[in-house]
């Protein structure tokens, strides 16, 4: 994975900004007015100016920072030298990358007169939104999916809060508990209003990406069958998310069968951000839907037992990406993070409007009531000593929190995010890896190991999957009975070899798809497939590609 450089607002200084500087020559009232306070932009050098300029100048970036008298001021900062600041996706990257140099602003679509100022009253009838091009509409065309406006506008607002009919907040009041129906207002309200101390600890180990021999020997270290929870006798399980190309289904198909959860992470696993974001719900459907039937088919996992996703990159996909969930039968997504709060978040459900900020730049969170559970990713303290360490910013996988470089310092991380979780609201513990991240780091695996089998049995902590998560808030059950929690004692401690110890390579010359690769091999226990599977012939039936064609 491409190492990215972001530059979070907490840490300006550490960065090197330097705020009201009068010797930048930038005029605030030309470069901050009507500009959004989290917006970064470069300096325009003016008509005359050639493209050499702004490339010598590229690492270069601004944002408009609050001065005295409510006026604004212009504050500098600079990437490291091996990179350039892209303007669109507002993040340091590699300067082979960026090829906006000469871009002075972040591109912004036309907006509609939505939502209104206080005091501000709408020039359309009532029911009806004004079109960024001015002419009004109903109230329903807006963020349909559809564009209806002549500018497009009516579908440039679609934002938890800014979609004039997104999803209605969390009323207590309305939403009983005796009735079924569970939510909270700032997602931090343990189910069925149980005390902490009544509370197991759940922790989801998940990892995203491809399953190979390499790590599926360490998923194997990690998830001993020798480490059992001291509450339940039941052993620690995992989440993975699979990506599909270069995945041993041979390996995929016995994580399944030891009781691991197995979900999707796409086909193409492809890194462009804006694809993610952009793609309708058919793209979702043959990416994921199909990542799914390939599981089904090539790990011979039973249907209906592949309920989750997350998005390569953690890139959500609106309101497009959960009507597909909806439409075809996905239990719960995990891939919306949360920033770091007073207290971590419990899971939700869509069905409410979500209970915090949509965290990511131009990050396209869902607007709409969609009956499908959100494993919601909170932030990880990456301090060494959370009392008296100065505030940094986060990280969601575990391989963003680059200061960790010991075993020492890594059990530390562990136990004191743990801790934080344990002594607050317990919600679920999330530790999120990408699939390959301890085939580079043997001396963390051994730590890590070595931590799991002692928190599994110190008495009220549980290593479960997404859907034991979902099960556990679906009847909530105190620690003194959850060793007759019945939802979690299905594969509680499985035994016996695996299903086949000699699984075929089938091996496929893909070229088109996979150039640096001679042949692509799909290992699996079950018949080979004609051709390699891919979008729109998850089968590999040769439908889309034919087979051991030249590509």
């Not at 953690?314 to 597909?324: I, L």
């Amino acid at each position: 994975m491409k190492r990215r450089v972001a530059t979070p607002l907490l840490v300006l200084l550490a960065v090197g900004w330097v705020a009201g500087q009068t010797d930048l020559d930038m005029d605030p009232e030309y470069y901050c007015s009507g500009r959004k306070d989290d917006e970064f932009f470069r300096k325009d050098f003016g008509i005359d100016a050639d493209e050499k300029v702004y490339r010598a100048n590229c690492g270069t970036y601004y944002r408009c920072v609050p001065a005295p008298s409510s006026k604004k001021s212009i504050a500098m900062a600079k990437c490291q030298s091996e990179l350039f600041f892209d303007i669109e996706q507002q993040i340091c990257e590699r300067k082979h990358n960026v090829l906006n140099c000469a871009q002075i602003d972040k591109f912004q679509p036309p907006l509609p007169v939505w939502p209104l100022a206080d005091g501000q009253e709408s020039l359309c009838p009532n029911g009806e939104i004004e079109c960024g091009s001015g002419e009004c509409l109903p109230r329903e065309l807006f963020c349909d999916n559809n564009v209806d406006c002549a500018d497009g506008s009516d579908e440039n607002i679609c934002t938890p809060d800014n979609d004039p009919n997104r999803a209605d907040v969390c009323d207590p009041r309305k939403c009983l508990w005796s009735e079924g129906c569970f939510c909270s207002v700032d997602g931090t309200r343990i189910p069925g209003d149980l005390n902490p101390e009544q509370t197991p600890q759940m922790i989801t180990i998940t990892f995203t990406g491809a399953i190979n021999d390499r790590n599926f020997r360490i998923f194997q270290d990690i998830f001993k069958d020798t480490t059992k929870h001291k509450g339940n006798d039941c052993t620690p399980k995992g989440t993975f998310f699979i990506s599909h190309a270069f995945t041993n289904y041979s390996a995929v198909q016995e994580l399944h069968r030891v009781g691991h959860e197995i979900s999707v992470s796409s086909i193409t696993n492809n890194q462009n951000r804006t694809y993610w974001s952009q793609l309708d719900s058919a793209g979702y459907e043959s990416e994921m839907d199909g990542a799914r039937v390939i599981i089904e088919q090539f790990a011979n996992i039973s249907a209906n037992e592949v309920l989750g996703l997350r998005v390569p990159r953690q890139r959500v996909g609106g309101n497009q990406q959960f009507k597909m969930m909806v439409d075809w039968g996905f239990l719960y997504d995990s891939s919306i993070s949360a920033p770091m709060g007073r207290l971590p978040l419990w899971p939700y459900t869509l069905m409410h409007r979500m209970p915090h900020k949509c965290l990511g730049t131009d990050q396209n969170c869902p607007s709409r009531n969609f009956t499908v559970w959100e494993m919601v990713v909170n932030e990880l303290d990456r301090r060494d000593d959370v009392k008296f360490d100065e505030v940094l910013t986060g990280c969601h996988y575990v391989d963003q929190c680059a200061n960790l470089v010991s075993p020492k310092q890594f059990r530390s991380f562990l136990d004191n995010n743990l801790d934080r979780h344990f002594r607050t609201n317990r919600a679920p513990f999330g530790l999120h890896f990408t699939s390959g991240y301890f085939e580079t780091r043997k001396n963390f695996l051994k730590e890590f190991v070595s931590w799991v089998a002692d928190v599994a049995q110190r008495g009220d902590f549980y290593f479960v999957t997404m859907q034991q998560v979902i099960n556990w808030m679906e009847a909530p059950t105190e620690i003194a009975a959850i060793n007759n929690f019945q939802e979690w004692k299905g594969k509680c401690e499985v035994k016996g070899l695996p299903y086949c110890s000699l699984p075929s390579p089938c091996p496929k010359k893909v070229s088109r798809l996979f150039p640096e690769e001679e042949e692509m091999f799909l290992y699996t226990c079950m018949e080979c497939p004609s051709t390699y599977p891919w979008l729109h012939d998850p089968y590999g039936s040769g439908g889309f590609f034919s087979f051991n064609e030249n590509f």
